[in-house]
C-alpha cells in the first residue's frame, strides 16, 4: 500500500500524543514512542488484523509491546484506532487508577495483551501466544477453512534483547518453526547509560540466524514503505519466526533524538514545542490531533473491522460443515467448568506421582490440557502418555518456560502447565509474579519441594522458596500432603481462576485414608483438622509431607498426656480467606501451635496473627540420604515430640 502525506502525519500524531502524555504526567519515557511511532503505524495500517470494537476476537493478529517503557505509544495506538481508550485517559497518564499505568496492564487496557515492563518478558509471552496459534491452528483448520490464522507481532529493543529471556525463547521459537512470530526490533543502538557499544555489541542478525530465524533489514525507521515491505515479506516466511531490525533514532525529532537522554526522562514544555516544530506538527495546543488526522485512524479501524466480519462468517461455515470440531473449539475457548476427578488411591506415593495420576486423567477429560516441563518431565512426572502431541519440551530454559507459559494462558485455547524442581523457581520468579498480577492461570507444578531432596545437596533442596512464594500477591500455593490431598488440589486448580502454583513431593508419603471424607470436604479452606482434641495443649501444624511428621509427633505427644491436635495446611492464601469463625474455630486462639514446615520459618507468625513455634528449615541443605538430612533437622515425629516435652 501507498503511504501519504496523512500517514506520515498519522505516525507523528502518535508521537505528540505520547509525548505530550508524557510531559503532563511529567513522566515517562519519550524516546520509544518518537523513534518507533512510524513502524507502529506501518504495521497497524497494514498488517495488523484487529477490530478495535472487539479487542478480544480470537483471531485477532496479537501486538506485544515488549519494550513496555513504550506504554505511551501503545495508548496513544490505541486512543486513535477507536479502542474505546478517551483522550482523559491519556492526560492521566501515570495517575493512580488510570487505563494509562506506567507500564501496559494486560485486565487494565483492553487492547493490551500482555503486561510488559519486565525487559525480555513480552517477547518470551509473544512466543507463547504463536506457539498456542500454531497448536490450535494445526489442530483445527482445514485447508478451505483456516479459521485460526493470525500473528503475533512483538517491538522489543535492545533491553529486551539482551536479556537471557530471549536467548531461551527465540531459540525455542526457531527450534518449532513459528512462522508466524514477527519480532520488530527498535535498533537505535541506545540503552538507559548511554550507546550500546558500552555493553551490546554482538551480531544479532548472526544471533537470530544462528536461531533458525529469518532476519530482514529496514534501514530507514521512519520509511513507513519500507517497513510494511519488510513486514510483508516476514509474513510470507513459512517455516521460521522472522526479526526486522529496523534502524531508529531514539527520540526521533526532539532536540534530545539519538541520545540516551531522551530514554526516560520526560520533555520539557519547551522541548516538546521544539519537537512539534520539527515534526512539522500544526498545533501547538497539548493533546490535540487535527480532524482529519483522527478521521483516517477511525477508516482504518472500521476497514479492519471488516475482516473480523469476514471471519465470522466462515466460522459459520466451519460449523455447519464440521459441528463437532466446532463445538470442540468452543470448548477449548471456554473457561474449564468443575470436574470431578476419579483416580482412585491405595498405596502410599509420592505426590508428585499422585499428580501424574491425576493429570493424565484430567488430561483425558480435558482436551486442551498441554503441558510440559524444562527437561525433567521424567522427575517432575508431567508427561500425558496417551496423547504426545500435547507435551512441549521446553528445553533447560525455565525463564522462558515461565514467560512462554503465560503467552499460552493469554492466548487463549489452551490450558497450559509447565514443571520443574521447585529449587529452580528462582529461574521463572517474575513470570510466576507478572501471572499472579495478571490474574492468567497457567499451572506451574514444582516438584521436589523440600530438602527430601536429599543426596543432591543445598543446591537442589528449595529452602527459602516456598515462603518467597507466600509473598507474591494473590499468587496461591496448594502443598498437598497425600495423593488424596493432590488429586482435590487439581481439581482447585482446573476450575479456578486463580494463579496457582503446586508443591509436591519427590518422595513417597504415607496415604491419609482415614481423612478422606475430610479431605473432600475441606481441602479448599486451605486447612483442617486431621485430629482434633477438645481443649488442647497444643496444635500441630504441617504443610505438605510434614503433615505426616506432626501426626506422628502428635502420636507420640498424646500418649505423653500432652493434648495434641493436628492441622493439615496445604494452602495458607485458601485458608485466609475463610471467614474468621473457621478460623477461629480451627486453630484456637490462645491455645499453642507450632508449624512444621521443611523450609524457612519466618513470616507464620504474620500469617496466624499470633506467636508460633517452628520446626523448618532456616538454613541451607545437606547432601545425604533423604532420612539423614531429615534427622539432622530434627524434623521427625520423634524428635519434634521430645523437643516440645522438653521446652
Ligand atoms: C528486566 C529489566 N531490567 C531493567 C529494566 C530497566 N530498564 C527499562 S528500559 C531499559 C533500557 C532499555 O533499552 P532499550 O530496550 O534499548 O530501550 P530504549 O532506551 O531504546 O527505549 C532498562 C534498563 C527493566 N525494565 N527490566
Ligand atoms: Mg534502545
Known amino acids: 500500500m501507498k503511504f501519504t502525506d496523512l500517514d506520515g502525519q498519522s505516525a507523528d500524531a502518535l508521537r505528540i500524543l505520547a509525548i505530550d502524555a508524557i510531559t503532563n504526567a511529567n513522566s515517562g519515557h519519550p524516546g520509544l514512542p518518537l523513534g518507533t511511532a512510524s513502524i507502529a503505524y506501518a504495521l497497524w495500517k497494514d498488517h495488523l488484523k484487529f477490530d478495535s470494537k472487539r479487542p478480544d476476537w480470537f483471531d485477532r493478529d496479537r501486538f506485544v509491546?515488549?519494550?513496555?517503557?513504550g506504554s505511551s505509544l501503545l495508548y496513544a495506538l490505541l486512543h486513535l484506532f477507536g479502542y474505546g481508550l478517551p483522550l482523559e485517559e491519556l492526560k492521566r497518564f501515570r495517575?493512580?487508577?488510570s487505563l494509562t499505568p506506567g507500564h501496559p496492564e494486560y485486565g487494565r487496557t483492553a487492547g493490551v495483551e500482555t503486561t510488559t515492563g519486565p525487559l525480555g518478558q513480552g517477547f518470551a509471552n509473544a512466543v507463547g501466544m504463536a506457539m498456542a496459534e500454531q497448536i490450535l491452528a494445526r489442530k483445527f483448520n482445514r485447508p478451505e477453512l483456516e479459521i485460526i490464522d493470525h500473528k503475533t507481532y512483538v517491538l522489543c529493543g535492545e533491553g529486551d534483547l539482551m536479556e537471557g529471556l530471549t536467548y531461551e525463547a527465540a531459540s525455542l521459537a526457531g527450534h518449532l518453526k513459528l512462522n508466524k512470530l514477527v519480532c520488530l526490533f527498535d535498533f537505535n543502538k541506545i540503552t538507559i547509560e548511554g550507546s550500546t557499544d558500552l555493553a551490546f555489541t554482538e551480531d544479532v542478525e548472526k544471533r537470530f540466524k544462528a536461531q533458525n530465524w529469518n532476519v530482514l533489514k529496514v534501514e530507514n525507521g521512519n520509511d513507513q514503505e519500507e517497513i510494511s515491505r519488510a513486514v510483508r515479506k516476514a509474513g510470507k516466511s513459512q517455516d521460521k519466526p522472522s526479526l526486522i531490525i529496523v534502524k531508529t533514532h531514539?527520540?526521533?525529532?526532539?532536540?534530545?533524538?539519538?541520545?540516551?537522554?531522551?530514554?526516560?526522562?520526560?520533555l520539557s514544555p519547551e522541548e516538546v514545542l521544539k519537537t512539534r516544530e520539527n515534526l512539522g506538527w500544526p498545533d501547538k495546543e497539548p493533546f490535540s490531533v487535527p480532524e482529519?488526522?483522527?478521521?483516517?485512524?477511525?477508516?482504518?479501524?472500521?476497514?479492519?473491522a471488516r475482516e473480523r466480519k469476514r471471519w465470522e462468517k466462515r466460522m459459520e461455515e466451519y460449523r455447519t460443515k464440521y459441528p463437532s470440531d466446532y463445538e470442540k473449539l468452543g470448548n477449548f475457548l471456554k473457561k474449564t467448568e468443575e470436574i470431578k476427578l476419579e483416580t482412585v488411591f491405595d498405596q502410599p506415593m509420592a505426590t508428585r506421582e499422585a499428580s501424574y495420576k491425576v493429570l493424565n486423567e484430567a488430561a483425558e477429560k480435558i482436551e486442551n490440557l498441554y503441558g510440559g516441563s524444562a527437561d525433567l518431565a521424567p522427575s517432575t512426572k508431567t508427561k500425558i502418555d496417551k496423547y504426545p502431541e500435547r507435551n512441549f519440551h521446553f528445553g533447560i530454559r525455565e525463564h522462558a518456560m515461565g514467560a512462554i507459559s503465560n503467552g499460552l494462558a493469554l492466548h487463549g485455547g489452551l490450558r497450559p502447565f509447565c514443571s520443574t524442581f521447585l529449587v529452580f523457581l528462582d529461574y521463572m520468579k517474575t513470570p510466576v509474579r507478572l501471572a499472579s498480577m495478571m490474574k492468567?492461570?497457567?499451572?506451574?507444578?514444582f516438584t521436589h519441594d523440600s530438602i527430601a531432596v536429599g543426596e543432591d545437596g543445598p543446591t537442589h533442596q528449595p529452602v527459602e522458596h516456598i515462603m518467597s512464594m507466600r509473598l507474591i500477591p494473590e499468587l496461591t500455593v496448594l502443598r498437598p500432603a497425600d495423593a488424596?490431598?493432590?488429586?482435590?488440589?487439581?481439581e482447585y486448580i482446573l476450575r479456578t481462576?486463580?494463579?496457582?502454583?503446586?508443591?509436591?513431593?519427590?518422595?513417597?508419603?504415607?496415604?491419609l485414608s482415614a481423612h478422606r471424607e475430610t479431605i473432600e470436604r475441606d481441602f479448599e479452606k486451605g486447612a483442617y483438622a486431621l485430629v482434633e482434641k477438645e481443649k488442647p495443649d497444643l496444635i500441630l501444624i504441617g504443610t505438605g509431607s510434614e503433615t505426616h511428621i506432626a501426626l506422628e509427633a502428635a502420636k507420640r505427644l498424646n500418649e505423653k498426656g500432652v493434648k495434641t491436635s493436628v492441622v493439615s495446611m496445604p494452602s495458607?492464601?485458601?485458608?485466609?480467606?475463610?471467614?474468621?469463625?473457621y478460623k477461629e474455630a480451627l486453630l484456637k486462639k490462645g491455645v499453642r501451635k507450632i508449624v512444621i514446615e521443611a523450609g524457612r520459618s519466618t513470616g507464620w507468625s504474620d500469617l496466624l496473627g499470633e506467636k508460633v513455634g517452628c520446626f523448618g528449615v532456616d538454613s541451607f541443605g545437606r547432601s545425604a540420604p533423604e532420612k539423614d538430612v531429615y534427622n539432622f533437622f530434627g524434623l521427625t515425629g520423634e524428635a519434634v515430640a521430645e523437643k516440645i516435652i522438653r521446652q
Open 440 to 445: 492468567i492461570n497457567p499451572i506451574y507444578i
Open 250 to 266: 531514539i527520540g526521533y525529532k526532539s532536540p534530545k533524538q539519538d541520545s540516551n537522554k531522551v530514554h526516560g526522562e520526560p
Open 65 to 69: 509491546l515488549s519494550a513496555g517503557h
Open 95 to 97: 495517575k493512580l487508577d
Open 292 to 304: 482529519p488526522i483522527r478521521a483516517n485512524f477511525l477508516v482504518i479501524a472500521s476497514k479492519k
Open 572 to 581: 495458607w492464601e485458601l485458608f485466609s480467606k475463610q471467614p474468621e469463625s
Open 497 to 511: 481462576d486463580k494463579t496457582v502454583c503446586l508443591l509436591l513431593t519427590r518422595q513417597k508419603l504415607p496415604l
Open 484 to 490: 488424596f490431598e493432590t488429586k482435590k488440589a487439581w
